[in-house]
Nanobody, 126 residues
Framework: QVQLVESGGGLVQAGGSLRLSCAAS????????MGWFRQAPEKERAFVAG????????VYADSVKGRFTISRNNDKNTWYLQMNSLKPEDTAVYYC???????????????????WGQGTQVTVSS
C-alpha cells in the first residue's frame, strides 16, 4: 500500500523560508512524477510544483515561480519543496502527491495524481 508522509510545515514570518519533505513507501512500481499541491481555507486544492521522474523537468505555478524549488531523491523515494520569500498568501495545507506507474511527467491537473499525503500546515504571518 502506497503511503506518503509530509513533514516540515509550521509557522513562519513573511519573508522567511521553510522546507517541506515527502517520504514515500509501499511502491511496487517506478517512473512516476512527484509534486506538491496546496489548499487554502475555502479554496480548491491547487497545483504548486511538480518534478518528473528523471528530475530533468520541473513545473511551477506562476504564483511561486522564483521562490519555490522542488527536488527529489529517487534512491530515498523522497522529494522536497524549498519555499523562500514566503508570503501570507502562501498560507495553506500543503499536500505531496505522486502520479501512477509509467506516468513520469508532471501534470498540473489534480485528477492526474493518484496518491496523496495527509497534508502539512504552512502558516505565514505578516
Amino acid at each position: 500500500q502506497v503511503q506518503l508522509v509530509e513533514s516540515g510545515g509550521g509557522l513562519v514570518q513573511a519573508g522567511g523560508s521553510l522546507r517541506l519533505s515527502c517520504a514515500a513507501s509501499g511502491y511496487t512500481f517506478s517512473r512516476y512524477a512527484m509534486g506538491w499541491f496546496r489548499q487554502a481555507p475555502e479554496k480548491e486544492r491547487a497545483f504548486v510544483a511538480g518534478i518528473s521522474w528523471s528530475g530533468i523537468s520541473t513545473v511551477y505555478a506562476d504564483s511561486v515561480k522564483g521562490r519555490f524549488t522542488i527536488s527529489r531523491n529517487n534512491d530515498k523515494n523522497t522529494w522536497y519543496l524549498q519555499m523562500n520569500s514566503l508570503k501570507p498568501e502562501d498560507t495553506a495545507v500543503y499536500y505531496c502527491a505522486t502520479r501512477g506507474q509509467n506516468h513520469p511527467q508532471v501534470d498540473t491537473v489534480r485528477g492526474a495524481w493518484d496518491y496523496w499525503g495527509q497534508g502539512t500546515q504552512v502558516t505565514v504571518s505578516s
